[in-house]
């Protein structure tokens, strides 16, 4: 590394400090101060600052969602969390995975979502690529309990071990023939867990 890139990111590291700093006292002009920094960490540094202080707005909070920077957006997944007029789900699409699964998590964090959603979750749930965005949708699916989510998670029983496991805990608010049949057919998986969750779930129905 030269001189100049270290002197550069000596720099940022401080930026980003004094960010994450002002979060904590409070200090909005300061942290605003680099909210457009280059520096795509000082970005995400600033987002969680503004937010710990309060001074957060929603529409900034879709504008991060679209930054270039995958560091950014991701935080900006996790931000929207507690937001109830900013949905994650526009990043369900993302071209990272791992921001994709983690807004399939945002989006069962928050408990609602709107059909649009539920619809994307349920094809993320039965075709991407990643088990790991897959079962981060299943688990939405299961936590967000809208009925248009259902056969998504039936489709997810017969998915490979760790999918199938979060697909019949998702089944829990759910009930009807498919629902019996699936959880019966779960409780003889060769997956321990898997069938640990099924009788979980049947003797609490």
Same mark, same amino acid.
């Given at each position: 590394?030269?001189?100049?890139?270290?002197?550069?990111?000596?720099?940022?590291?401080?930026?980003?400090?004094?960010?994450?700093?002002?979060?904590?006292?409070?200090?909005?002009?300061?942290?605003?101060?680099?909210?457009?920094?280059?520096?795509?960490?000082?970005?995400?540094? @600033?987002?969680?600052?503004?937010?710990?202080?309060?001074?957060?707005?929603?529409?900034?909070?879709?504008?991060?969602?679209?930054?270039?920077?995958?560091?950014?957006?991701?935080?900006?997944?996790?931000?929207?969390?507690?937001?109830?007029?900013?949905?994650?789900?526009? &990043?369900?699409?993302?071209?990272?995975?791992?921001?994709?699964?983690?807004?399939?998590?945002?989006?069962?964090?928050?408990?609602?979502?709107?059909?649009?959603?539920?619809?994307? &979750?349920?094809?993320?749930?039965?075709?991407?690529?990643?088990?790991?965005?897959?079962?981060?949708?299943?688990?939405?699916?299961?936590?967000?309990?809208?009925?248009?989510?259902?056969?998504?998670?039936?489709?997810?029983?017969?998915?490979?071990?760790?999918?199938?496991?979060?697909?019949?805990?998702?089944?829990?608010?759910?009930?009807?023939?498919? @629902?019996?049949?699936?959880?019966?057919?779960?409780?003889?998986?060769?997956?321990?867990?898997?069938?640990?969750?099924?009788?979980?779930?049947?003797?609490?129905?």
């Amino acid at each position: 590394m030269s001189r100049y890139s270290e002197d550069n990111h000596h720099a940022c590291g401080i930026r980003r400090r004094d960010a994450v700093i002002a979060g904590h006292a409070g200090d909005e002009a300061k942290a605003r101060a680099a909210q457009d920094n280059d520096d795509p960490r000082v970005r995400a540094s @600033v987002l969680g600052a503004l937010d710990r202080m309060g001074a957060l707005a929603d529409e900034e909070l879709r504008v991060a969602l679209g930054d270039p920077s995958p560091e950014v957006r991701l935080r900006a997944v996790v931000l929207s969390v507690g937001r109830a007029q900013v949905s994650p789900a526009p &990043l369900l699409d993302d071209p990272s995975d791992d921001i994709a699964e983690t807004a399939a998590w945002a989006c069962g964090e928050r408990g609602f979502e709107d059909l649009g959603t539920v619809t994307r &979750l349920g094809e993320l749930a039965a075709g991407h690529s990643n088990p790991l965005v897959r079962e981060a949708a299943v688990a939405a699916l299961g936590a967000i309990g809208h009925p248009a989510g259902l056969q998504a998670i039936l489709r997810a029983t017969t998915d490979r071990v760790a999918v199938r496991r979060r697909a019949v805990l998702a089944l829990a608010p759910f009930d009807g023939p498919e @629902v019996e049949a699936a959880l019966r057919r779960a409780a003889k998986d060769r997956d321990w867990q898997t069938r640990d969750a099924a009788e979980l779930l049947t003797d609490t129905n």
